[in-house]
């Protein structure tokens, strides 16, 4: 049996009851009978790659109501130009930009509009800094449903906010930040306007944790030493190292990776906590970051993500917006992968944590790129120098003899 239990309590929830939170106020997550789960390496074998792949470690079970746009199956880059850069053995980048509106949140939302699907639900909503809306706007319009995002006034790169206008969501502006507007759909949700999509909602990360399977899948079943993920929301990483664990249950994998998270300098609640040694943050008040994506103060998954660090002997860190831009540009300029700030943190990171001899060059690495480079053009275009005006040939060569 497929249930929602509370991470803090215990208490069991029934798949179809429309519960965010525990009424101990803990965090829910989805758990499955593991034990009796028939699984093996061929099992997967001849089927479709990406996220359904993996169903038996998903909670949707009616193939009819699977809302999907092929997502996952992202390319996995060995970076020999940065290894050599870096000076680290084995090196690589899991691309989530290749997803279908361009992040990892199109994972968790096949799997969160599938299940809301199977409820018949008619509204879906979400707070979001941009990637949550474009993924959310896109999967519940192929599903019908009517949606409704929240976006922080004048924080939105415009590829997201494009893109969230262009699939017909209803799109408000809050005059705040990210967390306030969570707290206010979360507010709508409870009062049953909506069905809630943030990844409070623990179906969401049961899509995001194939990122864990399909990497150790892409690794020949040799699992990395370490995933170094950014950290908004704090989803993410929980829901692969979720991932990686059950896995390592079944018998698929018999090693687990040192779960990283990397946070930007303005917005880093989990980093303090962790160098504190806590279980729990304190929120952060004020979040500023060119890293747009991953501007939040008071992240609802901040249990999740540090136990997954605790438990995995992993690491937190921060970066700053001048290490995020410069690492941006390093991937795409001696890689030819182009991604957004937030997403380039994983590589900021990696180099601050390798020069902090928090980690060893002998491991085996995998940085997750959680988006695409076009959803922030303006991040990109003020990172570099103007196109130079040219008027006819003679203009040309002499720009091309200096
Ligand atoms: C590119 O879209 O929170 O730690 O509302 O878009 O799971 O929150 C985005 C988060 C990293 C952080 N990289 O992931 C939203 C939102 C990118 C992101 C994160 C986000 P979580």
Known sequence: MIKQKCIECGKEYNVDEIVY??????????????????????????????????????????ENKIISLKEGNTPLYRCKNLEEIFGVKELYVKHEGANPTG?????????????????????????????????????SAKAGMNCIVLLPEGKVALGKLAQAMFYGAKVLEVMGNFDYALEMVRELANKKYVYLLNS?????????????????????????????VPVGNAGNISAIWKGFKEFYKTGLIDSLPKMTGIQAEGANPIVRA????????????????????IRIGNPVNAKKALRAI?????????????????AQKLLARKEGIFVEPASASSIAGLKKLLEEGII?????????????????????IRACEKPIKVKNIDDILKIISN
């Open 310 to 326: 605790y438990e995995s002997k992993g690491y937190a860190e921060d970066v700053s917006d001048e290490e995020i831009l410069n």
């Open 200 to 228: 409070v909602n623990p179906f969401r990360l049961e899509g995001q944790k194939t990122i864990g399977f399909e990497i150790a899948e892409q690794l020949n079943w040799d699992v990395p030493d370490r995933v170094i």
């Open 360 to 380: 060893d060059k002998d491991e085996k690495i995998v940085c997750i790129t959680t988006g695409h480079g076009l959803k922030d053009p303006d991040a990109a």
């Open 103 to 139: 992040s990892f949140k199109d994972r968790g939302m096949t799997v969160g509009v599938s299940l809301a699907n199977t409820l018949n639900i008619k509204s879906v909503g979400c707070a979001s800094t941009g990637n949550t809306s474009a993924s959310l706007a896109a999967y």
């Open 21 to 62: 939170n525990c009424e101990c106020g803990g965090l829910l997550e989805i758990v499955y009978d593991l034990e009796n789960l028939e699984v093996s390496r061929e099992t997967f074998k001849n089927r479709e790659f990406g996220v359904w792949r993996y169903k038996e470690f998903l909670p949707v079970k009616d």
């Open 274 to 293: 962790f160098k504190k040694g806590k279980e729990d943050i304190e929120p952060y008040p004020n979040p500023e970051t060119v890293a747009t994506a």
